[in-house]
């Protein structure tokens, strides 16, 4: 069974820090993916992966940066947190070809 | 880059009816198409998916139609239950390899089936 487990379900964080949110797969996938959701405007994609130390920016990548040093770890850094960042961060997997894309159970986080 | 519309953004209905969600999308290089559901506080997983080679697909109450020339596909579910209440994504990808398998994503369909 794959698991898609992310570091904090809930992560309360001051204006300026520096936040790391941490992504781990058990399944030898090559792709992970950052995602934050928002009410109404869906899942969007900030970065992915699709190898390691490798990465691409999605659609809104800005403040954001990742880190790739093992497959199965995909981290997403706040650089210095805004309050525009408070939202629910989403991780994801998935090998190539027609398979399964798997999520993590999410990080709600709160930057005051 | 790939862009998917998604209709309606919420939709209600009455148990035992049935609900359409219905997607389209703009590259024509797309040819993975999955669905996904979220119900409230969990993670999205996916409920059913079709590729580009098939029109339909069905899985019990839930099936997927695709229509490529149009750049649509939609989800039924027929004989709503409550516990089909939640969000529907539909999305969209690819499948060339290397930094192409990314999914792009509806913006969701919130669906209520209401006793």
Request: charged letters at 25%; aromatic letters at 10%.
């Amino acid at each position: 069974d794959v698991k898609v487990t992310q570091s904090s379900r809930y992560l309360v964080k001051r204006t300026g820090e520096k936040v790391f949110l941490e992504c781990v797969q058990d399944m030898d996938h090559e792709n992970m993916f950052w995602y934050r959701q928002d009410p109404g405007l869906g899942l969007r994609l900030i970065y992915f992966s699709y190898d390691v130390k490798m990465k691409e920016k999605g659609d809104i990548p800005e403040g954001y940066s990742v880190s790739r040093e093992k497959k199965e770890r995909f981290s997403l850094i706040l650089e210095s947190a805004s309050t525009n960042q408070t939202s629910m961060y989403l991780c994801a997997s998935r090998t190539g070809g027609w398979n399964t894309q798997y999520f993590g159970p999410g990080t709600r986080l709160t930057v005051l | 880059g790939e862009n998917v519309e998604q209709h309606p953004s919420t939709l209600s209905v009455q148990e035992g009816d049935s609900a359409v969600i219905k997607c389209t999308y703009s590259d024509s290089a797309s040819n993975y198409f999955p669905w996904y559901k979220q119900e409230l506080g969990k993670r999205p997983q996916l409920i059913i998916d079709i590729r580009s080679n098939v029109g339909e697909k069905k899985d019990q109450r839930i099936a997927v139609t695709l229509n490529k020339t149009a750049k649509h596909f939609s989800l039924h579910i027929t004989e709503t239950q409550p516990e089909d209440s939640a969000v529907y994504f539909c999305a969209a990808s690819p499948n060339s390899g290397g930094s192409n398998y990314k999914l792009t994503f509806g913006k969701g369909t919130l669906l209520t089936v209401n006793p």
